[in-house]
């Protein structure tokens, strides 16, 4: 019902910059919270940062100061900006959306299917 696809990952170097984007698609009443998530080889899964409808965010210790989320309401578009990158931070970064499909349904966590960042050092 909601598709979120996301782009943008990539391999970069040690101190560099990468910006991720996610797209929803589908049926969407309404997305309230939006956020990216993390996980590398052996390790759980991660919040990285969170974003919601009215622009509130929250961030991961990691990458604050870093890392800055934003999002575009119009487009139901979330972004991830990356700044002095280190290889900690390479992992499949994954999109969530708390969405309601429509104005009859509860809302959901919509997951994209991931993108690869790779830091090398």
């Known amino acids: 019902q909601v598709q979120l696809a996301e782009s943008g990952g990539g391999l970069v170097q040690a101190g560099g910059s990468l910006r991720l984007s996610c797209a929803a698609s589908?049926?969407?009443?309404?997305?309230?919270?939006m956020g990216w998530y993390r996980q590398a080889p052996g390790k759980q899964r991660e919040l990285v940062a969170g974003i919601t409808s009215g622009g509130s965010t929250n961030y991961a210790d990691s990458v604050k100061g870093r890392f800055t989320i934003s999002r575009d309401n119009a487009k139901n578009t979330v972004y991830l900006l990356m700044n002095s990158l280190k290889p900690e931070d390479t992992a499949v970064y994954v999109c969530?959306?708390?969405?309601?499909?429509?104005?009859?349904?509860?809302?959901?966590?919509?997951w994209g299917q991931g993108t690869q960042v790779t830091v090398s050092s």
């Open positions: 969530k959306a708390q969405a309601r499909p429509t104005i009859y349904t509860t809302e959901y966590d919509y």
């Open positions: 589908g049926r969407i009443f309404v997305i309230n919270t």
